[in-house]
């Protein structure tokens, strides 16, 4: 079981991870599916190395792993990490609906 330091320190490097727009930007990419590193440079038009640094980053925070298909290593995103950011946005939600609510009976007595 991890202590609250540890998942911190892990919600921390998510949200480190996903501060890039290149990185956000490979991660809607992966949404669709499965890909090779090539693939995502091709369909980002950015360079191969830079595509892997950031692959780098976000198989660091646990956002996506790599596995091999033949001689191909493949990425794909992995659902717990963004379960962990899930879990995290629904500890605050009560923040922006009561916020709602007040709005909402704010005009009403305007009205």
């Known amino acids: 079981m991890e202590n609250t330091r540890e998942r911190e320190d892990s919600l921390g490097s998510l949200f480190l ?3 890039d727009p ?3 930007r490979l991660v809607d990419e992966l949404r669709s599916g499965d890909a090779t590193v090539g693939e ?3 369909r ?3 360079g191969t190395p830079s595509v892997s640094k950031h692959l780098t980053v976000l198989e660091s925070a646990g956002l996506i792993s790599r596995h091999r298909e033949a001689q191909w290593r493949r990425c794909r995103l992995e659902a ?3 379960a962990r950011l899930r879990e995290w946005v629904d500890h605050y939600e ?3 609906t ?3 609510d007040r709005l909402e009976a704010r005009l009403r007595d305007e009205a």
């Open 94 to 96: 009560s923040l922006w």
């Open 40 to 42: 995502l440079a091709t």
């Open 98 to 100: 009561s916020s709602l």
């Open 22 to 24: 290149t990185r956000r």
């Open 44 to 46: 980002l038009q950015i």
């Open 80 to 82: 717990a990490a963004f």
């Open 17 to 19: 991870a996903l501060a």
